[in-house]
């Protein structure tokens, strides 16, 4: 398989610019959905594995059917929203091939809880 990413990357599989076709506003758009969706995943897999991990079951369930997907906050008992970070934020941060592939654009991304 042609890609430009290494097998371990997110983008594997791809090439550098593959998404550059989606408008400003579309990638805006699918960065946001892709940051819910490692939210959402992120947060299940804390909660299924809550008897292992530093947290509370009831933090856990918390996070996972509470809190706002667009934020990331820290998970440890006691830390809110208010001490983590946006999740796109977070996203790009852990998959930096979002901005080779062409989806994450920083110069369009607001972090809209600043609003």
Partial sequence: MRT????????????????????DDQA???TRVLARVAERSYRRGLHHGVNQDDISEERALFLRFEEDLDNSPFCEDGHGSESGTDAVTRLVMENSCLRDLGIY??????????G
């Fill in 4 to 23: 430009d990413f290494d097998e371990r990357s997110a983008g594997f599989g791809c090439k550098y610019g593959d998404f550059r076709f989606l408008t």
């Fill in 105 to 114: 654009r920083c110069e369009h991304h607001v972090d809209e809880r600043l």
């Fill in 28 to 30: 805006s758009k699918m």
